[in-house]
């Protein structure tokens, strides 16, 4: 199918987003008001500017809605504080449906705070985050696992998004990953797509989609080699997509390996959230084709156009289709 058959297929598909769903803080910073605090003397950070958006599963959310998507939606945890309502608010001007996240009194929201020097533009101190590093409580796993249960039926395509880089706190706890496991047997047609920097061999029939590294840890961990066929026999997928950055992405399907190329974007502006975006556009792509090939090569493109914005940026099916040219 031509890019643009499939992108004009997007706005009557449905996408639920699953997991570590955060808040990005992007605080401009100005050196020149960094004086020292009377109290302590430290020198202090003075913001002078902040824009939020949703981050981490949040980016991939962004991007499906701006990509066209017809209902965008998003289950993970939200804390009872501000960041927590900083972030239903930036889901809401993004159109994406907030009304699954499971509210926790006794959790901060997962947020992302960066400093950006007023005078170069670029992140130069480092990042305040705001994470959790305790075993989700009970009672938010049970009400993640409901809500999944309840709503999965009501979406085309089914994205994870496992952010978490400690070994607790994060919304894909073993449970829920299991039982997406489940759900992707019992809905063969349902494209389930997993996402996940530190465990993407634990997921089980559903297209996984690793960057360079994270495939090759994977397979470490389970060959102490790189094997990506063995990886795609353990996890049992139809398709492994991995990729690799400014070069393309290598597809692992019952073909074989087939590499998809990508146009080099020369002094990109940011990569930051350039999975993300792939994630999100090669998904639905998978959804409307059934091709791998052609899911990784609308995956390239959307990631070719955020990469030149700062921040996690977007693409709209316009500049998709003028990346294409």
């Known amino acids: 199918m031509k ?53 981490a599963g949040g980016t991939v959310a962004n991007n499906l809605s701006a990509l066209g998507v017809g209902r965008v939606s998003v289950l993970g945890v939200v804390g009872q504080d501000g960041f927590g309502l900083e972030l239903k608010n930036a889901l809401r001007v993004r159109r994406i449906e907030s009304n699954l996240m499971v509210e926790a009194g006794d959790l901060q929201t997962f947020a992302y705070t960066k400093l950006i020097n007023r005078n170069t533009l670029q992140e ?43 070994a607790h706190g994060g919304v894909i706890t073993d449970r829920v990953r299991d039982t997406l496991g489940e759900l992707a047997r019992r809905f063969p047609r ?26 090759a840890e994977a397979c470490q961990r389970l060959f102490d080699r790189i094997d990506y066929p063995g990886l795609r026999r353990v996890i049992n997928t139809r398709a492994l997509i991995v990729t690799h950055g ?49 899911s990784a090569r609308i995956g390239n493109l959307v990631a070719s156009v955020t990469i030149r914005k700062r921040g996690t940026g977007t693409a709209s099916p316009e500049e998709v289709l003028a990346a294409e040219r």
Request: some cysteine.
């Open 246 to 294: 400014g070069e393309g992405a290598e597809v692992w399907d019952e073909h074989g390996s087939t590499w998809v190329p990508t146009e080099k974007v020369e002094n990109p502006a940011d990569i930051c959230g350039a999975g993300d975006s792939f994630s999100a556009g090669a998904a639905m792509a998978m959804a409307v084709t059934g091709a791998a090939v052609d």
């Open 190 to 215: 349902k494209l389930f797509w997993a996402d996940s920097r530190l465990r993407i061999e634990k997921f089980r029939h559903m297209i996984v989609k690793p960057n360079q590294r994270e495939g």
């Open 124 to 166: 130069d101190l480092p990042r305040v985050d705001y994470i959790t590093t305790r075993p989700l409580p009970p009672e938010i796993e049970q009400q993640i696992l409901s809500r999944l249960q309840a709503h999965v039926a009501a979406f085309d395509v089914v994205l994870i998004s496992d952010q978490a880089e400690t």
């Open 3 to 55: 890019t643009a058959e499939i992108l004009n297929r997007f706005p009557q598909l449905s996408a639920l987003v699953i997991g570590d769903v955060c808040l990005d803080r992007w605080c401009t910073y100005d050196p020149a008001a960094a004086q020292p605090s009377l109290e302590t003397g430290i020198p202090r950070v003075g913001v002078i500017r902040s824009e939020t958006s949703p981050g």
